[in-house]
């Protein structure tokens, strides 16, 4: 018999793969499913984004990269940081990842073992929780409730925080509520932080150009006091419906005790993925140094589809949903239905044809919700709607 480390018997995944593949077998079987379960945009890359990647192979960049990506490279995401966030990062602080994962993985991995505890967003995306399995640590779910915006409690993710505490992380926007914390909150946090200078945050900020309404996501890297132990997760996959593409960076600690993790993570790509490709990283700064016309044409239609699905959602007996104000993710109360979260999301897939989530997918606080992406047409946002809205009328509750 082969044995193989109880680490990957703590493994989980995200389900969200297992719907899209389940999704596709029924419509090839022949069966019409309209998909608001995988979280990416239904956008193609922009072609001057994907010009730059056939240039770079067509020009010779075929061999490997630094570990920590091309200068090149980081420096588009120091001129990108200082744009979006103000901030002046270094491009030895920068590191670029196959993809946003990865740089979860580090953190986590970093600082996760038996006896330590880290704190998660929940509900929140699913790979934060299986990969702090993973490493043996504690995994402390941080309350993101819908009375509260679907944003964090400052005062209660601070209360959570113990003497085995290693490491914090925090996503606005957010996937799956689609919640932005307000930077007071996040104020309140960082201050109570002070109290707390051995525990390391990661923020997770990939959806940090999505909100909406005037909303303005807050960057940790805006809070020099915390400068020390911060990681910063982002990446190209969703602003420029990259996802792909594998392509994403991470900002890491510039000096002190902190300077130790950007070697710690320049070691892992060394012995795990070695490198980012090239043509990859030459998209990545077309995307970055390019236009942005189709971010904004992109983000107007994510507009009006939220209004469609928050507007439709509302209209479903036993359904409420608040307005998201971020990311691309409507996150609606289906209590009022009397169905369990994960049957309702399978009995919507196979007798109505229509694909999302079930909230405890993203957590045990996940219960009484579903996750609806609205990366799908406008048309195929209302069709679902209608589909959704048919199948509670005519199903009573299956508890």
Not at 174 to 196: C, F, Q, S, W
Not at 309 to 320: F, I
Request: charged share 20%; aromatic share 8%.
């Amino acid at each position: 018999m082969l044995h193989t480390t109880a680490a990957f018997d703590r493994i989980g995944e995200e389900n969200a793969f297992a719907v899209l593949a389940r999704a596709t077998a029924l419509q090839q079987s022949g069966k019409d499913v309209i998909n608001l379960g995988i979280g990416q945009p239904d956008f193609s890359t922009p072609a001057h984004i994907v010009e730059a990647a056939v240039k770079a192979l067509r020009d010779g960049h075929h061999g490997y990269t630094p570990a920590t990506g091309l200068l090149a490279t980081r420096e588009a995401v120091v001129r990108r940081t200082l744009t979006t966030t103000g901030v002046e990062v270094s491009p030895e602080q920068v590191m670029i990842m196959p993809g946003g994962k990865p740089t979860m993985f580090a953190a986590i991995v970093m600082f996760g073992e038996p006896g330590a505890e880290i704190l998660y967003p929940d509900p929140g995306f699913p790979i934060y929780r299986s990969m702090i399995e993973y490493t043996g640590a504690t995994p402390v779910p941080v309350p993101i409730r819908e009375e509260n915006g679907f944003a964090f409690s400052a005062e209660e993710t601070l209360a959570l925080i113990t003497e085995k505490t290693r490491l914090l992380i925090l996503n606005s926007p957010a996937n799956p509520t689609g919640g932005v914390t307000p930077r007071a909150e996040i104020e309140k946090l960082v201050k109570g932080l002070a109290d707390h200078p051995d525990v390391a945050i990661l923020s997770d900020e990939i959806y940090d150009v999505m909100t909406y309404d005037g909303e303005a996501a807050t960057s940790l890297l805006a809070f020099p006091e915390i400068a020390d132990r911060l990681i910063v997760l982002n990446g190209w996959s969703k602003t420029w419906a990259m996802t792909g593409w594998r392509l994403g960076w991470s900002i890491w600690p510039a000096g002190g005790a902190g300077r130790k993790l950007y070697d710690n993570v320049r070691k892992l790509a060394v012995n795990c993925w070695s490198c980012v490709n090239a043509q990859s990283q030459f998209a990545g700064i077309a995307a970055i140094d390019g236009p942005q016309d189709d971010v904004a044409a992109m983000m107007a239609a994510f507009d009006r589809r939220r209004k469609v699905v928050v507007e439709g959602l509302n209209a479903l007996p036993g359904v409420t949903c608040a307005t998201p104000k971020g990311a691309f993710y409507a996150f609606p109360n289906i209590k009022g239905t009397g169905w369990k979260a994960k049957k309702l999301a399978s009995a919507l897939l196979e007798e109505a044809g229509v694909a999302l989530i079930g909230g405890p997918d993203f957590g045990v606080l996940g219960e009484g919700y579903v996750r609806l992406s609205y990366a799908n047409s406008e048309e195929n946002i209302r069709r679902a709607l209608e589909r959704m809205g048919t199948f509670l009328a005519e199903h009573p509750a299956r508890s």
